[in-house]
């Protein structure tokens, strides 16, 4: 994952916008070549997630951290998690 933030960080998105990961990024590897990264996925920060799940109706939200593939009531979320795990009531 290090080497595409480096890769999105030296380059330029050609095609849609980092937030969604849509379209397309150019960037050059190490031998020179011209390469592109097509993507269609879509990122959430912590303030997206509670907004959208209280306009759904939603009164408890817990969005709590996790580590690859390892989810736990017992993380707290922090600025190093890839993932969250999210829990909701009605």
């Keep these: 994952m290090k080497g595409l933030l ?16 849509q379209g397309s990024v150019e960037y050059e590897d190490d031998l020179g070549n011209r390469k592109t990264i097509k993507g269609n996925q879509r990122f959430y920060i912590p303030s997206e997630i509670n907004w959208l799940l209280k306009s759904l109706g939603y009164k408890r939200i817990d969005i709590l951290g996790a580590k690859l593939g390892q989810f736990s009531r017992e993380d707290k979320l922090t600025t190093k998690d890839f993932e969250m795990l999210v829990i909701a009531d009605k």
């Design 6 to 21: 480096k890769i999105l960080q030296k380059n330029t998105i050609t095609n849609g916008s980092l937030k969604e990961l």
